[in-house]
């Protein structure tokens, strides 16, 4: 089942803060984040595994919280360049990742 | 150097026709995806493979076959059998499940008249 991606959208100013939000109504494994600008393929930002583990970019920050199967993707002090669109992905058990629908992120100066 | 390479980046076809989109990785990956890509709709996994000569249907099947003869290949065909076949094509791979990231290739996209 799709997880549920909160906001569909967001625009900030340079340098604000922003969350993402991705909920899941299954027990999850792992939760992956990726960013995908316009026209490109998705970038791999970061994944977080049930038990604590998290592998990913240095300047990326989120949360995994398996017991109400939710993850949340910080992003502080914006740049023009992390707009985009960011998909959260869930994997439980043995089933391939399912993503989410979205967040359309645009940062303006 | 590495990384996963998918053509064309456009492609035309008429309705009615067969048509197969290439996918090729040079990371020694053993797992490899494909997805559809709509406006609004993510991510939507079409067939996935964990090792060669062995494939798995995904969400949304119907209307397409892949095969998986080398590792490094994972050729797409969208048949006349898919209704909505316009869209935006994404062939990714991983080292395993999971528990790992997955890299994207630059996508085709697909346009049928």
């Known amino acids: 089942q799709q997880p549920v991606q909160s906001p569909q959208a967001v625009i900030l100013r340079e340098g604000e803060d922003a969350v993402i939000n991705c909920s899941s109504s299954?027990?999850?494994?792992?939760v992956h984040w990726y960013r995908q600008k316009h026209g490109e393929a998705p970038v791999f930002l970061m994944i977080l595994l049930k038990g604590g583990e998290q592998k990913g970019h240095e300047k990326i920050s989120a949360s995994f919280n398996e017991k109400k199967q939710q993850s949340s993707l910080y992003l502080t002090a914006s740049q023009l360049s992390y707009s985009g669109t960011y998909f959260c992905g869930t994997g439980s058990g043995n089933t391939p990742l399912v993503f989410g629908k979205g967040t359309r992120l645009s940062v303006i100066a | 150097d590495g990384g996963i390479t998918q053509s064309p980046k456009y492609l035309f076809r008429k309705e009615g026709q067969n048509v197969t989109l290439s996918c090729e990785q040079n990371?020694?990956?053993?797992?490899m995806y494909w997805y559809r890509q709509d406006p609004g709709q993510g991510l939507r996994l079409i067939y996935y493979?964990?090792?060669?000569?062995?494939?798995q249907k995904g969400d949304i099947a119907e209307g397409y076959s892949v095969s998986r003869e080398k590792k490094e290949s994972f050729p797409l065909t969208v048949t006349s059998a898919q209704k909505n076949p316009t869209a935006f094509y994404l062939c990714?791979?991983?080292?395993?499940?999971?528990?790992?990231?997955?890299?994207f290739g630059p996508g085709t996209r697909l346009t049928v008249t």
């Open positions: 990714a791979s991983s080292p395993g499940g999971i528990n790992y990231e997955q890299y």
């Open positions: 493979s964990q090792i060669v000569n062995d494939f």
């Open positions: 990371l020694n990956h053993d797992a």
């Open positions: 299954k027990a999850l494994y792992s």
